[in-house]
């Protein structure tokens, strides 16, 4: 004997015997089962359940004759309301509700009990201990006796609407940043055209100023768009001109803002390329040294020092190149800089006072 399920859902007691009469062979007889339908019930009971579960769905009942809804287990563990208080009306459970979402909610909940309309809404819902989380609600009425009730779903998808947050704000940053730096490019050409009268060159320098950009970019989109340190951001550019052993690159942690950190990866790659050009990279026992602290004055600055040495004779330039235009426009201007050179013989040594409030993370750019 054996309780088998047809295609139409309904169970049987299948029942074999051995049919000894004749040529032999066996009877099978099916008998239906009298719980058939409890059992189909149960196991759908089951099955939705399960599926619940895995889910992490709950599900809630609303009365609209009673003006209350009542919830299962998972729902009251989602919304944080108690299972034993497990009735609530709906104005209590609206107050909840976001103040900008209310509205919305109500109008959708009147469509569905009067129109039949789904409900299929994402709401911000405050929990009893104060936090609030994103609700995914659906439901769609039944009718009983030509009475209305709203069956319905929900689920906390707060992580979901936080990731898809994320997505539209690093989107945004991202464009931003293209096209700041299309802008930086563009004008990085103008000058450099104006710098250099010979188009070999003029390549040559233009190309080393795009590799410093995307060194940059690098930085940013490794931190996530948040801003390098400084540390890390001057060290790139020193390395793709010098040894690390001929680099000495010292202060404490201090986080960039992004934009503070395009204008000062700029800054740097110019102080380098003209130490590798005329400067103390330009000989085999020159090095750099790079050093920084913040002052402890109310407003508070960036105190920051560039130190060449071990580099051949050092003279005073006729005029500036695109380098000084550089630290002229942007770090002067841009970032509010007060910078100072000293070109003494041993080596140029550059001197800059920036305002913290234009350079470190979270700063307004």
């Known amino acids: 004997m054996r309780e088998v399920r047809d295609d139409d859902g309904r169970y049987f007691t299948r029942k074999v015997e051995p049919y000894t ?18 059992i189909v019930a149960a196991h759908d009971q089951i099955v939705q359940s ?39 009306s709906e104005e209590s459970f609206a107050e909840r509700i976001a103040s900008g979402d209310r509205t919305r909610f109500r109008s959708a909940m009147d469509a569905a009990i009067h ?17 609030t989380i994103w609700l995914r609600i659906r439901g769609e ?9 709203l069956v319905c779903i929900l689920a906390d998808v707060s992580e979901t609407e936080a990731n898809r947050s994320r997505s539209t704000f690093m989107m945004r940053e991202l464009d931003h940043r293209v096209n700041n730096l299309l802008a930086i490019i563009l004008s990085i050409a103008e000058v450099s ?21 995307a060194r940059t970019h ?19 550019e020193l390395n793709a001109h010098a040894a690390s052993n001929r680099v000495e690159v010292d202060g404490p942690e201090l986080i960039l803002s992004p934009g503070a950190a395009q204008s000062l990866a700029m800054f740097f790659h110019e102080l380098a390329a003209n130490a590798a050009k ?13 050093s920084w602290g913040i002052a402890t004055d109310d407003e508070g600055a960036l105190e ?38 000293q070109w003494h013989e041993e080596g140029m040594c550059l001197k800059a006072q920036i305002p913290l409030a234009k350079i470190i993370q979270n700063a307004t750019e």
């Open 141 to 149: 009425r039944a009718m009983r006796g030509g009475t209305p009730t």
């Open 115 to 131: 129109e039949g309309a789904q409900l299929d809404l994402e709401l911000r819902f405050k929990k009893p201990e104060g936090d």
């Open 21 to 38: 009469s004749g040529v032999g062979g066996v009877i099978v007889t099916y008998e239906p089962s009298d719980n058939s339908e409890q």
């Open 278 to 290: 005329h400067g103390a990279l330009s000989s085999h026992d020159g090095r750099i040294d790079v």
């Open 304 to 341: 920051l020092c560039w130190q060449e040495s071990g580099g051949p004779l050092v003279v005073h330039p006729e005029r500036d190149g695109y380098g000084g235009k550089v630290i002229n426009r942007i770090i002067g201007r841009q970032l509010q800089a007060d910078v100072t050179t």
């Open 193 to 213: 055209a104006r710098s250099n009268t010979d188009l070999q060159t003029y390549a040559k320098e233009f190309r080393a100023r795009l590799e410093s950009i």
């Open 50 to 88: 399960l599926a619940a579960g895995m889910a992490q769905i709950g599900v809630w009942i609303f009365d609209p004759q009673a003006g209350e809804a009542s919830w299962d287990e998972r729902s009251a563990r989602i919304t944080g309301l108690e299972k034993e208080h497990n009735a609530i």
């Open 218 to 236: 690098s930085l940013l989109a490794h931190g996530g768009w948040s801003g390098p340190p400084l540390k890390a951001l001057i060290e790139k």
